[in-house]
């Protein structure tokens, strides 16, 4: 089964190979069968005249028509009756309430405050002192004092004279001539070909 697979998609895949191949030759030989036109420059067109519009007639003014305003009747405005007035009720008056007089706070005994004894804080011993050890004097080693150098004679080189170089002449920069533009040829338009060409040309190559 694996196998059969193999060699189905082998095919296939050299089928799709052969396929594109093919269709890249047709491809090239439409290239070359088509053959280049030369088309002519467009004629120049000449510019037309723009024609001059007369000016807009002034149109008159038309008189505004005056309405007649109509005559609303007055409505009499209705007149509200007037409520009668509730009487006056007497506010109740409110008795007195006696106010309960609390009796005075009982006065608290002062109690005697306990006196705890300190505890004695034993004394530490304090440590004995050692005595610092003396450290003996190393003596000095005393160096030898450097020679002394004697001082060398500076040699006087005599200076090179430097000869002056000659400025060269200024050369005039040539003057370039501006070359004329050349004219833009238009681009040629490919005329499309038919599907039924395309067809007969791509079965001539298969073939």
């Not at 190979?17 to 491809?27: F, T």
């Not at 405005?77 to 609390?102: F, G, M, N, R, S």
């Not at 004695?120 to 030898?144: D, F, M, Y």
């Amino acid at each position: 089964m694996l196998r059969k697979n193999t060699m189905s998609s082998l095919v296939f895949l050299m089928a799709l190979l052969l396929s594109c191949s093919s269709m890249s030759s047709a491809a090239r030989h439409l290239e070359e069968a088509v053959p280049k036109k030369e088309y002519p420059p467009h004629p120049i067109v000449p510019e037309l005249p723009k024609p001059e519009l007369p000016p807009h007639p002034a149109m008159p003014e038309l008189p505004k028509p005056e309405l007649p305003r109509p005559l609303v009747p007055e409505v009499p405005h209705p007149v509200a009756p007037e409520t009668p007035k509730e009487p006056e009720l007497p506010h109740p008056v409110a008795p007195e309430v006696p106010k309960h007089e609390l009796p005075p706070h009982p006065a608290m005994p002062e109690l005697p405050k306990p006196e705890l004894p300190h505890p004695a804080v034993p004394q530490t011993p304090k440590e004995p002192e050692v005595p610092h050890p003396t450290v003996p004097e190393v003596p000095k080693h005393e160096l030898p004092s450097h020679p002394a150098m004697p001082e060398l004679p500076k040699p006087e080189l005599p200076h090179p004279a430097v000869p002056e170089v000659t400025k060269e002449p200024e050369v005039p920069h040539p003057v370039v001539p501006e070359v004329p533009k050349e004219h833009e040829l238009p681009h040629p338009t490919m005329p499309e070909l038919p599907l039924s060409s395309i067809i007969k040309l791509y079965t001539s190559i298969c073939v």
